[in-house]
C-alpha cells in the first residue's frame, strides 16, 4: 500500500536481515515507561510465580542469585521502532524458575513493582526463549531499564519484557495487562508488527 | 479502552507546514478517515523511498478532537533521518502514511468527561512540549474549570513552540498559568539567570503534592527520569505521574 514519497531517500540502505519490520538500528538505549521510575532495593525485593491453587514459588534476592544464572546475547525491538542487536545479558531462565511449578494454566499476568502488568503465554516464556534478568552489558541493570530485574522474553516487543518485574501469576485466559489495555497488541511479534491491536 | 479511536494507517496530505522554531517545523495534514483523537495521543509517520525502503517514526500530535486536520510540530535532530526530512524538506501537497491514533495512556480528557476535578500539572522539557500543548489547547476549548499549569523548560526564547498560542490560551476562561525555565539564554530583564530546572524551582513552580494534581511529564528520557523522581520525593503519588519520553533517534 506504500506510496513514494516526494523527496525522500533516506539512509541505511544495509538492511540487516535480524531488523523486523518498521525497525530501525540504535545505539543508545532509549526508555519506554509510563510513569515514574520505582526505587527497589534489592533487599527488599522477590520474585514469587503464584498458581492457581495459590501455590506460591518465590525466591527473595540471594535465593534468586543462587539459581543457575546464564548468559544470554540476543536482539531486542521496541514497539516505538527502535532495535538493539546483539545486546548481552546475564539471568535466570523462565525454564528454571517454573521447574517445580504445576500449573494446568496456559497464560501468565506479570506483576511490576509500581503496578504495570503485562500478559504473556505461558509458551512464550518456556524451552529458552525467556529469563529473569539483572545484568545488562555487563553492569547491574539501571532502574531506568527495569533494574534490579525484569523479564527478558526478547522474541516479543520489548513492553513484554517488564521491567521491575516481582512475579507471575498464571491465568485460565489470556487477559490484558497495563500495556495492552492502553493498545499495544495482545502478544506483540515483532516480525508480524502485531505492535497495537 | 471504550470510546476509544482505533488505530489504522491512513493517508496524509500535508495541508501547510510553518517554521515553528529556529529548529522546528509545524505540519499541518489532512488526513483522510482520520477517526480524531484524544489530547497527548501520537501516531507513526512512514515515509518510502523510491527504491521502496521505507522509515518508521513516532510523533506527537499538537491537536485533539474530531475532524481530519491533525498538527504535528517536529524537531530536527542532527542526526536524523526522517526528522530533517519533515522540518526541512515536506511542503504543501506532499503526501505521508500515518498509523494512529495511538496511545490510551497519556492523555486529557475534560473534566465534564472523566468527572475528575483535580489540578493538573504539565511539564515539558523542548519538544515534549507537543503532546501537552494538545491538552492546554483542549482544556481551552472546552472551556474547562479544571486548574491547568505548565511549567515549560527551553533552551533560548526562540526556542518556545506554540509562541503565539500560549497568551491566548492563558487568557481563555479555562484557567492555565504558564511558567517558563530558560537554561542556556533568557528574555532581557528576566528575574533568573539561564539554567536547567532545579528541584527547588519545580517545587516552588508546581501545584503542591497536597493538593493530589494529575502530573504530566515529556521530554528526554533524563529530563523525565530527573523531574519525575523530584517529583515523588516532594510527596507525589507515582500513580499520579505520568510520562512520556522521546528517544535518541
Same mark, same amino acid.
Given at each position: 500500500?506504500?506510496?513514494?514519497?516526494?523527496?525522500?531517500?533516506?539512509?541505511?540502505?544495509?538492511?540487516?536481515?535480524?531488523?523486523?519490520?518498521?525497525?530501525?538500528?540504535?545505539?543508545?538505549?532509549?526508555?519506554?515507561?509510563?510513569?515514574?521510575?520505582?526505587? !527497589?532495593?534489592?533487599?527488599?525485593?522477590?520474585?514469587? !510465580?503464584?498458581?492457581?491453587?495459590g501455590?506460591?514459588?518465590?525466591?527473595?534476592?540471594?535465593?534468586?542469585m543462587?539459581?543457575? !544464572?546464564?548468559?544470554?546475547?540476543?536482539? !531486542?525491538?521496541?514497539?516505538?521502532?527502535?532495535?538493539k542487536?546483539?545486546?548481552?545479558?546475564?539471568?535466570?531462565?523462565?525454564d528454571?524458575?517454573?521447574?517445580?511449578v504445576?500449573?494446568?494454566?496456559?497464560?501468565?499476568?506479570?506483576?511490576?513493582?509500581?503496578?504495570?502488568?503485562?500478559?504473556?503465554?505461558?509458551?512464550?516464556?518456556?524451552? /529458552?526463549?525467556?529469563?529473569?534478568?539483572?545484568?545488562?552489558? /555487563?553492569?547491574?541493570?539501571?532502574?531506568?531499564?527495569? /533494574?534490579?530485574?525484569?523479564?527478558?522474553?526478547?522474541?516479543?516487543?520489548?513492553?513484554?519484557?517488564?521491567?521491575?518485574?516481582?512475579?507471575?501469576?498464571?491465568?485460565?485466559?489470556?487477559?490484558?495487562?497495563?500495556?495492552?489495555?492502553?493498545?499495544?497488541?495482545l502478544?506483540?511479534?515483532?516480525?508480524?508488527?502485531?505492535?497495537?491491536? | 479502552?471504550?470510546?476509544?479511536?482505533?488505530?489504522?494507517?491512513?493517508?496524509?496530505?500535508?495541508?501547510?507546514?510553518?517554521?515553528?522554531?529556529?529548529?522546528?517545523?509545524?505540519?499541518?495534514?489532512?488526513?483522510?478517515?482520520? =477517526?480524531g483523537?484524544?489530547?497527548?495521543?501520537?501516531l507513526?509517520?512512514?515515509?518510502?523511498?523510491?527504491?521502496?525502503?521505507?522509515?518508521?517514526?513516532?510523533?506527537?500530535?499538537?491537536s485533539?478532537?474530531?475532524?481530519?486536520?491533525?498538527?504535528?510540530?517536529?524537531?530536527?535532530? =542532527?542526526?536524523?533521518?526522517?526528522?530533517?526530512?519533515?522540518?526541512?524538506?515536506?511542503?504543501?501537497?506532499?503526501?505521508?502514511e500515518?498509523?494512529?491514533?495511538?496511545?490510551?495512556?497519556?492523555?486529557?480528557?475534560?473534566?465534564?468527561?472523566?468527572?475528575d476535578?483535580?489540578?493538573v500539572?504539565?511539564?515539558?522539557?523542548?519538544?515534549?512540549?507537543?503532546?501537552?500543548?494538545?491538552?492546554?489547547?483542549?482544556?481551552?476549548?472546552?472551556?474547562?474549570?479544571t486548574?491547568?499549569?505548565?511549567?515549560?523548560?527551553?533552551?533560548? =526564547?526562540?526556542?518556545?513552540?506554540?509562541?503565539?498560542?500560549?497568551?491566548?490560551?492563558?487568557?481563555?476562561?479555562?484557567?492555565?498559568?504558564?511558567?517558563?525555565?530558560?537554561t542556556?539564554?533568557?528574555?532581557?530583564?528576566?528575574?533568573?539567570?539561564?539554567?536547567?530546572?532545579?528541584?527547588?524551582?519545580?517545587?516552588?513552580?508546581?501545584?503542591?503534592?497536597?493538593?493530589r494534581?494529575?502530573?504530566?511529564?515529556?521530554?528526554?528520557?533524563?529530563?523525565?527520569?530527573?523531574?519525575?523522581?523530584?517529583?515523588?520525593?516532594?510527596?507525589?503519588?507515582?500513580?499520579?505521574?505520568?510520562?512520556?519520553?522521546?528517544?535518541?533517534?
Amino acid at each position: 500500500m506504500s506510496f513514494i514519497t516526494r523527496g525522500f531517500t533516506g539512509r541505511g540502505r544495509e538492511r540487516d536481515d535480524r531488523l523486523p519490520p518498521g525497525q530501525t538500528l540504535v545505539g543508545d538505549f532509549p526508555v519506554l515507561s509510563a510513569g515514574p521510575t520505582p526505587d !527497589i532495593d534489592t533487599a527488599d525485593w522477590a520474585f514469587t !510465580i503464584r498458581t492457581e491453587s495459590g501455590t506460591e514459588h518465590s525466591w527473595n534476592w540471594d535465593e534468586f542469585m543462587a539459581l543457575p !544464572i546464564e548468559d544470554v546475547t540476543t536482539d !531486542i525491538h521496541c514497539v516505538t521502532h527502535w532495535s538493539k542487536l546483539g545486546t548481552g545479558w546475564r539471568g535466570v531462565s523462565l525454564d528454571t524458575l517454573f521447574a517445580d511449578v504445576d500449573t494446568e494454566l496456559e497464560y501468565t499476568m506479570a506483576h511490576s513493582y509500581g503496578g504495570y502488568t503485562t500478559n504473556v503465554p505461558l509458551d512464550d516464556l518456556l524451552d /529458552g526463549k525467556a529469563w529473569v534478568a539483572f545484568e545488562y552489558d /555487563g553492569e547491574p541493570l539501571d532502574p531506568e531499564h527495569g /533494574g534490579p530485574a525484569r523479564l527478558l522474553v526478547p522474541h516479543l516487543y520489548f513492553w513484554k519484557s517488564a521491567k521491575w518485574v516481582r512475579g507471575l501469576e498464571m491465568m485460565a485466559d489470556d487477559e490484558p495487562g497495563f500495556w495492552e489495555q492502553n493498545g499495544y497488541h495482545l502478544r506483540g511479534d515483532p516480525w508480524k508488527e502485531e505492535r497495537y491491536w | 479502552m471504550s470510546g476509544m479511536p482505533r488505530p489504522g494507517w491512513h493517508v496524509a496530505t500535508v495541508a501547510a507546514t510553518r517554521r515553528e522554531t529556529p529548529n522546528a517545523t509545524r505540519i499541518e495534514l489532512d488526513v483522510d478517515g482520520w =477517526p480524531g483523537n484524544e489530547a497527548g495521543q501520537h501516531l507513526d509517520v512512514r515515509l518510502t523511498a523510491p527504491d521502496g525502503y521505507t522509515a518508521t517514526r513516532s510523533y506527537s500530535i499538537a491537536s485533539s478532537g474530531e475532524g481530519s486536520r491533525v498538527v504535528l510540530a517536529v524537531d530536527k535532530l =542532527p542526526d536524523g533521518e526522517v526528522s530533517p526530512y519533515l522540518v526541512d524538506e515536506l511542503r504543501a501537497g506532499d503526501r505521508l502514511e500515518v498509523h494512529g491514533p495511538l496511545g490510551a495512556f497519556f492523555i486529557w480528557r475534560p473534566a465534564a468527561v472523566t468527572d475528575d476535578a483535580r489540578p493538573v500539572q504539565l511539564i515539558a522539557g523542548g519538544s515534549g512540549v507537543v503532546p501537552l500543548f494538545a491538552m492546554a489547547h483542549a482544556h481551552a476549548a472546552a472551556a474547562d474549570p479544571t486548574p491547568f499549569r505548565l511549567l515549560y523548560s527551553v533552551r533560548t =526564547p526562540d526556542d518556545v513552540y506554540f509562541a503565539s498560542e500560549w497568551a491566548a490560551l492563558a487568557a481563555a476562561s479555562a484557567p492555565l498559568r504558564l511558567d517558563l525555565v530558560y537554561t542556556r539564554r533568557t528574555p532581557d530583564g528576566w528575574s533568573a539567570p539561564p539554567g536547567r530546572i532545579t528541584r527547588d524551582a519545580l517545587e516552588a513552580a508546581a501545584v503542591p503534592a497536597a493538593e493530589r494534581p494529575r502530573v504530566f511529564v515529556c521530554g528526554s528520557t533524563g529530563f523525565v527520569e530527573r523531574v519525575a523522581d523530584w517529583l515523588v520525593e516532594l510527596g507525589h503519588e507515582p500513580r499520579d505521574i505520568r510520562t512520556e519520553r522521546y528517544g535518541g533517534t
